[in-house]
């Protein structure tokens, strides 16, 4: 079935540094989403890219939908302590009963 | 964020009992949907239900089982869970008619079945 890849597993950066994920797929996607999940919590929604192209940022984070459509990169500047985490991406072709694919998500640690 | 409410957001049960996960979602959406969550893996779609009808099952043995009375609110009913069905259910829910894709995910229940 689809799979979106999303590597490595696990991060770990210092704080204050910036740093930056991806997102790739065998097929096209016509939405990109960036999920973050906190330890006990469910996956909250970060950045919805809908164009081919298309750039999007929300406070220290920014995030493009590739130009092939089959990929995407999610970027976090001036890191800090409570970007820790799991960030997933999750692709959606819209249409009948079209549904989220989903990544297995990076685990980012921060160091103080 | 209270978008969307799940209770209990934990729960231990014996493989011969029988619970029930709730969701609510305030958001005025009309999808709504069961993932299962574990560790190491993407999240796994179970459940989809728009305007009130399943609309997936995604292949989910039947001790599950969904139920959706109204666009706001589903269930999953429980029972003689395996120790394998251990993990995180999340509710989530969209605005279908949209076609934006965004999902809005409760927190989860945390599930221990011994």
């Known amino acids: 079935g689809q799979q979106l890849n999303q590597s490595p597993q696990s991060m770990f950066i210092q704080e204050g540094e910036d740093v930056s994920m991806n997102c790739t797929s065998s097929s096209i996607f016509n939405t990109w989403l960036w999920y973050k999940q906190d330890p006990g919590e469910g996956p909250v929604l970060l950045i919805a890219?809908?164009?081919?192209?298309e750039l999007t940022s929300n406070g220290r984070l920014t995030a493009q939908f590739g130009i092939t459509r089959k990929d995407s990169f999610l970027n976090i500047s001036a890191s800090i302590p409570s970007d820790v985490g799991i960030y997933f991406c999750?692709?959606?072709?819209?249409?009948?009963?079209?549904?989220?694919?989903f990544g297995k998500g990076i685990t980012l640690s921060v160091r103080p | 964020e209270t978008g969307v409410t799940q209770t209990p957001r934990h729960l231990v049960m014996g493989m011969t009992n029988k619970k029930s996960l709730k969701c609510e979602q305030h958001l005025g959406h009309n999808a709504m949907y069961w993932y299962k969550q574990s560790a190491k893996k993407p999240l796994e779609l179970m459940f989809v239900?728009?305007?009130?009808?399943?609309?997936e099952n995604n292949s989910v043995p039947s001790r599950f089982s969904p139920e959706c009375p109204n666009s706001s609110h589903l269930f999953l009913h429980l029972h003689t869970l395996q120790p394998e069905d251990s993990a995180l259910y999340l509710c989530?829910?969209?605005?279908?008619?949209?076609?934006?894709?965004?999902?809005?995910f409760g927190p989860g229940t945390r599930l221990t079945v011994t």
């Open positions: 989530a829910s969209s605005q279908v008619t949209s076609g934006s894709g965004e999902q809005y």
């Open positions: 890219l809908y164009k081919a192209g």
């Open positions: 999750a692709g959606l072709r819209t249409g009948a009963n079209s549904k989220l694919t």
């Open positions: 239900y728009n305007f009130k009808e399943q609309t």
